[in-house]
């Protein structure tokens, strides 16, 4: 398969391309769970006499904009293994998703958790639940230790064993955080690397690059279910990632870090302002 840091141009998509529409769903369904969730439950006429949220134009909004963003997080976790794959520093990687998840989550909270009463009191974090990143930081280290162990001169059901022990333990970690996606979003990621190394080792994808693709993000769509019904709509990027090309294109490697704290701390400036 074409190595996912050749820069060189092709049809289909580029690695960049993805990410770009990722971040883009992203931010409408962040808009949805911030901006216009606040401006249904603050207005009375939305309800019915027994309390319910009836269903007008601002509820399909709401419920189309957060279907459209099921699409990101499969995205990133597809990403993230090729990234892996082709990384120079595992535990650079790492250390970057830990970094970035300690920065975003002030952001994530005032844009999620936030009340425009508390944070006038001073109060810019809280810990009900924690970004995404947290989440990325747990499956990539499952992914690291996996690889390791799998790299080991021992036998091959002890490795495996191994293996799914230290993810089942780190995917509790997520579930007790309570990190976006939780444990879902960690055996997620661990089951994406297992399918990419596996297909690796037999050399599926050098044979079938797009029919392993699809598998692949397929895969990860299936798996993430488990968190909720709405990710039925994540299987739209199935067509996406069948049109993935390999090739890394536009250098963007930390629009994805930056993007994602700056984007909330802008939605979460946003609703202080708009809501008490």
Known sequence: MTNVLDKTESKGLSGSILKIIACVTMFIDHTAFSIVRQMQLGDTTNFDSNGELIKNGIYYLFHVMRGIGRIAFPIFIFMLIEGYFHTDNRWLYLLRMAVFAIISEVPYDVAFNLTQRQMLEGKFIEFTDQNVFFTLFLGLLAVIISDTLLSLDIDIMLKLVLSGAFAVGLA?????????????????????????????????????????????????????????????????????????NGKRGQYMKYTFYVFYPLHLLILGLIKFIMFE
């Open 172 to 244: 509790a970690i997520a579930y007790f955080m309570k990190t976006d996606y939780d444990a879902v979003g960690v055996c997620a990621i661990e089951a994406a690397y297992l399918f990419r190394k596996s297909v690796k080792i037999i050399g599926y994808e050098e044979e079938y690059p797009i029919r392993c693709n699809v598998i692949f993000a397929g895969l990860i769509c299936t798996i993430l279910l488990f968190s909720g019904v709405k990710e039925v709509f994540a299987y739209a990027i199935l067509p996406l990632c069948a049109l993935y």
